[in-house]
C-alpha cells in the first residue's frame, strides 16, 4: 500500500455533506441566508455559450477589483473561494521546519494547510475571551516564524482586528508574512476592506484574502481574491492552477460587485437579526459574544449538547465544536432571519421533561432482551429457563443490567463463566453493529408508546432517556421506529463506570445537570428505576412492563417510594394530563 507523506494519515478531513439536506434553518455553515440578488440569478441565466465552453480569462473582474480598491492588476490574483487562496500562499511559503502562528480558536484550514507543507503549527491562546492581543501575538513570533494568520472578524469568536494593530506587526517583525483573512468583513459596521488597503500597498510581507461566498452568497461558485505585494503575488501564482476559477463564478462576482444596494440591504437585515440573536440568547442566561460578522458565538455551558441536539431535531442545524476544543461549550449560530430568531428563542425556552427508561417502557423486550438472556443461559448451560425466573431476578436490584443478570442466573445454576464470554455471546445474538446480518432479536421489538403519542408529548415536555443499553442500541432502536428526533439527550451504560450503573443515580443526575428544565419525572419499569429516580429526587413513575406480575410490581413500587404508578405505559399522555390536573388543584 503506497503511503501519503508523513503527518497525512493522522489527520482528518474537513467535513463535508455528500447530499444537501433539508433543514428549516441551516446555520452551521455562515452561508448567506438571504441568498444570491436577482441580478446574479440572471447573469447565470444569461450565461455566453462560450464562457461555457472555452477557457475562462480573469481580465474584467480583475479590473473591477483593481477600480474598486485602488489596486495594480499584479496586486490580485483570483482563487476558488478563500481556500484556495489561504492553500496556495501557505504552500508557496511554508518550508519544512518554519513556524505558522494564528490564534486559537480560528478558522481551522489555514492551520491544517501548514501542518501539510511541513510547517510546526502554533495557536495562542486567549487570555480575554475574545480581545486579539497584538503583544502576545508579538512575543510569540520567533525567527522560525514565516507566516501569522489574522482573520478579520476572526470566526468563530467573531471580533474584529483593527488595521492599526497589525500595521505594528507588520513593521515590527518584517520576515514573517501576515495573511489578513476578511471574509466577513462586509457584515462589520466599525470595519472595512479598504482600512487594510494601505497595509497590502506599503508593506511587501502583507496579504489580504477575500472570498465572495458569505457577502454575495455565491459559496456554491467558489470564488474569492488575494491582494498582496506584486512580488507575493507573482511566486503565488507560480503554484496556482492556470484556470482555477469557472467563468460562471467570474460573471457572477462582477454582478454582485454591482450590486451594492443588495449587500447593503444584507448587511443592515444581518445587523437588525443579530441583535434581536444576541438580546435573546443572553436574557436566557446564556452568554453570546459580541460578533460584527453574520454569525454569534454563544456559550450554552453544561447545557450545549443538549440544545444542540434540540435545535437540531427541530430542524435548526448549528456548528459545534469538539471535546478538547477551548469553546467546546459553545455553539456557533449563523444569524437568521428575525423570524428564525424568534423560532430560535422558542426552542431554547425550558419546559417541563420526562426521563424515559427503554426496556419494558418505550419497547416490549419480551421478545429480545429476556430472549437473548434465555438463548444465552441456554447456550451455556445447554438447559431451558423460564421468562418467569428471569423476571424475578430482575426484580432483585442492581440486575438492570442484563449481563449481570444473565451471568447470576448461570452462577445460580452452577456454571462460572466470565462476564466477557457471557457478553459476548449475548451480544451476537440480541445485536453486533460490527457484523450485519439478519434477525437479530433486537428486530423482534415492539413499540409500546405509539409514535403519534412521543409527537404530542414532544410539544409538552422536552423527553430524554436514561437506559442501561450501549448507545448503538439505543440509535439503531429509535431509528428503526423512526421516534429519535424526539429525544434530545441519552444517558447509556456507555457513559457510566461499572459502579455507575442503576440503581445508582448518577445517570439522573448527569441529566439533571446537563438539561435544563421546569419539572422532571422519570418513568421505569424496573426497582432500579425506581431506587436511581428517587436517590436523585426526581418523581419516579413504576411502569408495569408486558409480561410482569402487576401485583409484585405494584408491591415493589409502592414498597421502594415511587410517587406515581401505571399498568400500562399506552396511557401515558392521559396520565400525565391527570397528574398535571390534580397538581393544579392542589396547589
Not at 448503538?472 to 447509556?492: H, M, P
Not at 424496573?526 to 408486558?546: F, K, Q, R, W, Y
Request: charged share 25%.
Amino acid at each position: 500500500m503506497i503511503k501519503p507523506k508523513k503527518g497525512i494519515e493522522k489527520l482528518s478531513a474537513y467535513p463535508t455533506d455528500l447530499y444537501r439536506k433539508q433543514w428549516r434553518l441551516k446555520l452551521d455553515s455562515n452561508e448567506n441566508i438571504y441568498g444570491a440578488s436577482n441580478a446574479v440569478l440572471n447573469t447565470v441565466k444569461n450565461i455566453n455559450p462560450e464562457d461555457i465552453c472555452l477557457y475562462p480569462c480573469y481580465g474584467k473582474l480583475c479590473d473591477k477589483l483593481c477600480r474598486l480598491y485602488g489596486l495594480n492588476e499584479d496586486n490580485i490574483i483570483l482563487t476558488n473561494g478563500c481556500d484556495e487562496a489561504l492553500n496556495i500562499i501557505i504552500n508557496t511559503y511554508i518550508e519544512k521546519g518554519d513556524e505558522f502562528l494564528s490564534y486559537n480558536p480560528s478558522f481551522s484550514m489555514p492551520a491544517l494547510y501548514a501542518q501539510i507543507a511541513g510547517a510546526e503549527v502554533k495557536q495562542i491562546d486567549y487570555d480575554e475571551k475574545f480581545v486579539f492581543d497584538k503583544d502576545k501575538i508579538a512575543i510569540n513570533i520567533t525567527d522560525k516564524t514565516k507566516i501569522v494568520y489574522i482573520a478579520t472578524p476572526n470566526n468563530p469568536t467573531g471580533e474584529i482586528v483593527r488595521a492599526s494593530l497589525i500595521e505594528l506587526l507588520v513593521k515590527d517583525f518584517k520576515d514573517t508574512l501576515f495573511i489578513i483573512d476578511c471574509t466577513y468583513i462586509n457584515f462589520s459596521y466599525n470595519s472595512a476592506f479598504e482600512d487594510y488597503l494601505d497595509l497590502i500597498k506599503n508593506n511587501y510581507n502583507v496579504i489580504a484574502v477575500k472570498s465572495f461566498s458569505k457577502d454575495y452568497a455565491l459559496a456554491g461558485l467558489r470564488i474569492g481574491f488575494a491582494s498582496g505585494h506584486s512580488e507575493v503575488i507573482s511566486n503565488i501564482k507560480k503554484i496556482a492552477s492556470p484556470y482555477n476559477v469557472n467563468s460562471v463564478a467570474l460573471s457572477c462576482a462582477i454582478t454582485a460587485l454591482n450590486d451594492n444596494k443588495t449587500l447593503e440591504e444584507i448587511k443592515c437585515s444581518n445587523e437588525t437579526a443579530r441583535e434581536l440573536l444576541y438580546k435573546g440568547l443572553q436574557e436566557k442566561g446564556f452568554k453570546p459574544y459580541p460578533s460584527e460578522g453574520n454569525f454569534i458565538l454563544c456559550d450554552f455551558f453544561e447545557s450545549s449538547e443538549f440544545y444542540y441536539e434540540k435545535l437540531r431535531k427541530n430542524g435548526v442545524i448549528t456548528r459545534k465544536f469538539s471535546k478538547d476544543s477551548s469553546i467546546s461549550t459553545c455553539l456557533r449560530i449563523t444569524v437568521p432571519k428575525p423570524g428564525g430568531v424568534k423560532y430560535i428563542l422558542e426552542l431554547l425556552n425550558k419546559k417541563d421533561m420526562l426521563i424515559f427508561d427503554l426496556d419494558g417502557v418505550v419497547f416490549d423486550v419480551r421478545d429480545s432482551y429476556i430472549s437473548a438472556i434465555a438463548e444465552t443461559f441456554k447456550y451455556f448451560s445447554k438447559q431451558e429457563i423460564s421468562k418467569e425466573e428471569i423476571f424475578e431476578v430482575k426484580n432483585l436490584g442492581g440486575m438492570n443490567c442484563d449481563w449481570d443478570a444473565t451471568k447470576y442466573l448461570l452462577e445460580k445454576y452452577g456454571y462460572n463463566i466470565s462476564l466477557e464470554d457471557v457478553i459476548a455471546v449475548f451480544q451476537n445474538l440480541f445485536y453486533n453493529p460490527k457484523v450485519k446480518k439478519e434477525n437479530y432479536l433486537i428486530d423482534k421489538e415492539k413499540l409500546l408508546i405509539p409514535k403519534e403519542v412521543f409527537e404530542r408529548l414532544s410539544y409538552k415536555y422536552d423527553l430524554v432517556i436514561f437506559s442501561g443499553r450501549l448507545k448503538d442500541e439505543v440509535r439503531y432502536s429509535l431509528e428503526k421506529f423512526g421516534i429519535d428526533k424526539y429525544f434530545y439527550y441519552f444517558v447509556t451504560s456507555d457513559d457510566l463506570s461499572k459502579n455507575m450503573l442503576k440503581p445508582h443515580p448518577k445517570g439522573v443526575l448527569n441529566i439533571l445537570k446537563h438539561c435544563p428544565h421546569l419539572s422532571i419525572k422519570y418513568l421505569g419499569d424496573s426497582v432500579d428505576d425506581i431506587i436511581a429516580g428517587n436517590s436523585a429526587n426526581v418523581e419516579t413513575i413504576g411502569i408495569v412492563s408486558p409480561g410482569a406480575d402487576y401485583n409484585i410490581m405494584k408491591n415493589n413500587f409502592r414498597h421502594l417510594g415511587a410517587k406515581y404508578m401505571l399498568d400500562d405505559v399506552k396511557n401515558i399522555e392521559s396520565f400525565l394530563d391527570e397528574i398535571g390536573k390534580n397538581y393544579v388543584k392542589e396547589s
